[in-house]
């Protein structure tokens, strides 16, 4: 058995430009996976299909100093077993810092309190996650999912003990995020179940 956890990374706003709507033909083999939920769908940059719920722009170019930078993890649980205790980290990207309270007027997860600066699609619910280890859940029946904020030069991995993850203090020169999902059951249909895939995001302001 080989579990398996799929991720794609995106731009899906710079300021108040919305690239939602944008389909990046990048080359990538994990665009066009079975089971992520929605259509394969012509690509609206580039050429090729690319799978509809992969939405959002590559490059950042266009962003200035103080615009917000939107960025979005698609993932999905594409192995033919569950995947265990997943965390995704992703750290801050250089020239920017992490905006902790981006995402505080969206319906937040209970019941941590605090900024919340990631926004958690999962599991049939839409959520903003406070910065810190709060006990929050997402979704109904969904135990020991939360998002976290570690500064630059801080080891996430000492939060997590018993864990594999590793994204230590060496990598994390510019702040990271960490979001536990607990465990991920395998996609066996396109959205099925809903608790097999989701969207991580995340925004930051360019120095």
């Not at 939602?20 to 665009?31: C, K, Q, R, W, Y």
């Not at 395998?186 to 991580?200: F, H, K």
Request: charged residues 15%; hydrophobic residues 35%.
């Amino acid at each position: 058995l080989n579990p398996n956890v799929l991720m794609q990374k995106r731009i899906t706003r710079i300021g108040t430009q919305d690239f939602t709507g944008e389909l990046v033909d990048d080359a990538s083999p994990n665009d066009n996976v079975v089971n992520w939920p929605g259509t394969s769908t012509p690509a609206t940059i580039g050429g090729g299909n690319v799978d509809s719920y992969i939405t959002g722009i590559n490059d950042a170019s266009t962003a200035v100093p103080g615009d917000a930078v939107e960025y979005t993890i698609s993932f999905l649980s594409s192995g033919d077993t569950t995947a265990g205790n997943v965390f995704i980290c992703d750290r801050i990207p250089a020239n920017t810092t992490f905006i902790p309270d981006a995402f505080n007027a969206s319906p937040p997860a209970g019941p941590g309190a605090g900024n919340r600066g990631i926004l958690l699609e999962f599991s049939g619910a839409i959520a903003a996650l406070t910065n810190a280890n709060d006990g929050e859940e997402v979704g109904s029946g969904v135990t020991g999912v939360g998002g976290y904020y570690f500064p630059a030069g801080s080891d996430p991995s000492v939060a997590f003990p018993g864990s594999t993850l590793n994204c230590g203090p060496d990598a994390n020169t510019n702040g990271t995020i960490v979001v536990d999902l607990s465990d991920l059951p395998e996609a066996t249909g396109e959205g099925i179940p809903n608790n097999s895939y989701g969207l991580i995001r995340i925004r930051a302001k360019v120095n």
